[in-house]
């Protein structure tokens, strides 16, 4: 990975993701624990979605409509217009890129594509961030030590390698895997009147 894309992959760069728990929060109030067992689900059936849809827009193809027809939930479309505007917003002090209202995967792939950065580490980006907003989210909701959520996007990192590899060759059917739980768990979130995230 070049320096760039290590810019983008550092949970400093301010790209509003700090805010979200991407569906822990209400899990964690659901009573799930087996965190790693979430973002495994998520990797499954949202983020590799996602990272298809980013290596897409990387490659000039922002399908919009074809993102919102897998992500019917209102509240879930909202959480992603407002990453993606802020990753817009921040990447442009950076890179020529505009400042638009789209969802996080393809504004990912809009700033991969500004910064040079190849389909296969566009992919992993995409794959990586929404693991570690998973595994940051968790410091906040559950007593534990940081260095059991590095090794657990440790452990993780040799199937995210494999899956952005995959995602960076394929020309099929886009993807269009469902996460019906978190669909259905993100209206519930949004109601709760004492929450530590937007998502």
Do not use: C
């Not at 019917?72 to 921040?90: D, F, I, N, Y």
């Amino acid at each position: 990975m070049d320096p760039l894309t290590l810019l983008l992959a550092d949970s400093r760069f301010p790209s509003g993701s700090y805010a979200h728990s991407l569906g822990l929060e209400q899990a964690v109030n659901d009573g799930l624990r087996d965190v790693p067992a979430f973002i495994r689900a998520r990797q499954r059936h949202v983020a590799s979605a996602d990272a298809r849809f980013a290596v897409e827009a990387r490659r000039g193809n922002v399908l919009e409509d074809e993102w919102y027809a897998r992500t019917p939930s209102p509240v879930l479309r909202e959480s992603a217009q407002r990453l993606g505007s802020q990753l817009l917003r921040s990447a442009a002090k950076i890179w020529d890129v505009p400042v638009a209202r789209m969802p996080r995967p393809l504004a990912l792939g809009v700033v991969a594509a500004a910064a040079g950065v190849s389909d296969e580490d566009t992919a992993l980006l995409a794959l990586y961030d929404d693991a570690a907003t998973v595994a940051s989210a968790a410091l906040k909701l559950l007593p534990l030590d940081p260095a059991v959520t590095a090794r657990w996007l440790a452990d993780l990192a040799p199937d995210l390698a494999r899956v952005a590899q995959a995602i960076a060759h394929d020309d099929g059917p886009l993807p269009s895997p469902a996460a019906v739980a978190i669909e259905l768990s993100a209206p519930i979130h949004l109601e709760q009147r004492e929450r530590l995230f937007a998502s």
